[in-house]
């Protein structure tokens, strides 16, 4: 793969973050100001281990595009990333397959400490 392509790809993925940011402050706004009938919420209450389960999913095979097809050698910070999110593709699977709507306190716990250990990949 050319470094051409690997630019379009990097835009395309950095265009998808921001989207899904803009999507999760207009959530926390809905929440903060307690919004009673949000539809938007509605809809995320009701697929959230859809959505769980594709955002991680879409995480993974991003990590594994860039180590398996583009040859770029994480580090070690990136390693742990993948260590906490790795898993939440398969809780999420697993619980959409088997309509289990108890995972939150599970992802939740794997998703502080990736942040925990992104801040510290930023510091």
Same mark, same amino acid.
């Given at each position: ?21 803009? +999507? ?5 706004? #809905?929440?903060? @100001?307690? !919004?009673?009938? &949000?539809?938007?919420?509605?809809? /995320?209450?009701?697929? +959230? ?5 594709? #955002?991680?999913? @879409?995480? !993974?095979?991003? &990590?594994?595009?860039?180590?398996? /097809? ?54």
């Amino acid at each position: 793969m050319t470094l051409e392509t690997a630019h379009y790809v990097n835009m395309l993925l950095g265009l998808g973050v921001i989207v899904l940011q803009i +999507f999760s402050v207009v959530a926390l706004a #809905l929440l903060l @100001f307690k !919004v009673k009938e &949000s539809r938007y919420l509605a809809f /995320i209450k009701k697929n +959230f281990l859809e959505i769980g389960f594709f #955002l991680s999913f @879409f995480a !993974v095979l991003s &990590s594994l595009f860039f180590t398996k /097809i583009m040859h770029w050698a994480p580090c070690v910070y990136c390693w742990w990333d993948r260590v906490w999110i790795f898993p939440q593709a398969v809780i999420f699977g697993v619980a959409w397959l088997k309509k289990e709507k108890n995972v939150f306190w599970y992802s939740l716990v794997l998703t502080l400490l990736g942040l925990i250990n992104s801040i510290g990949h930023l510091y």
